[in-house]
């Protein structure tokens, strides 16, 4: 029982010393690991220093680099400039020796021209003389000829004959001259009197024009009122304009069922109106076929000029076969190249698509 308390007690003595073994421990542990903390944030502010400094010798490099190589560059314009001025230095040591060369060819030449200037004037005193003794043979031979002349009666006989031929011409070509002036005299007549008639045939035809003009008038004041104000219809200028799409299906030449009220009321207009033109005012009715810019190639139509001709005359034949006389109409396409509207917005088609009514002068 002595031996257990014993070992009891001593038991109880060893703990506490344990405990401040494992605190040391831990205090020493926590000690180390801020001193490796605190080595690792050092060690990290120098790594970054460093890094830095590697940056900014990295960028003096590339400075150093850049200059190096506009040096370079210097240097080879310098060497290239040196040949080129040394070339331009030999060029012109040549050309000096050319033109001493020269120089002395041309003191050459000029000696050369001194003695041929020299050798010209003995020349020319020689010809001088020469023409001295020309000239007193001429004037020998000269009154030698007078003498001759004077001795030749049939030559002054024949030259009294001619001046007498000379002087017939020249009553001729007077009389020529005369009957020249009246023929201009009677063609500047014949112009006055062609101005006249043409002023008075143009007056002529001005007053069928207005005649004409007034017919149309009526004309289309009576189409204005028959058809009314009806959308796709309008009058321009001295036209009467129809949209297709009032008349024709897209892409087809054949007349509407329903268009056909319309054109039979036009044609009576134009049977009646016809009784009351007089007969000496040769007029027509045009009809004028207009398609858009939209190009068209069909079976039936291969091109726009096509569609637009056929157009026109389905209307005419249609007009026939309601009574107005054939030789009172005139059927003209003209495909999409006389637009009303010049732009490609889809009213601007619309309009440019129409057939066209004018009452004109053959």
Known sequence: MPALARRNRHRSDIWPGFVDALASLL???????????????????????????????????AELVDLLALEKKSNANLRGDVSRLSGELQASIAETDRLKLDVENGAAEITRLVGDVVKLEALKSQLEADIGKLAAQVDDKSKALLAEQELSESARAEVALLNRQTAELRDQIAALNKALEASEAKAEEQNAQIVSLGKRLNAALASKVMELSAYRSEFFGRLAKILGAQEGIEIVGDRFVFQSELLFESGEARINVGAHEQLGRLAEHITALQDQIPEDIDWV??????????????????????LSTARAIEVVKFLIAQGVPPNRLVAAGFGEYQPLSRGATPEALLRNRRIELKLTQR
């Open 27 to 61: 205090m020493v542990i926590i000690f180390l690991l801020l001193v490796f903390v605190l080595a690792q944030f050092f060690l990290g502010e120098a790594l970054s220093g460093r890094e830095s400094a590697l940056e900014k010798l990295d960028k003096e490099v």
């Open 285 to 306: 009715l045009r009809v004028d076929g207009h398609t858009d810019r939209v190009p068209i190639k069909t079976a039936a139509f291969a091109s726009n000029w096509e």
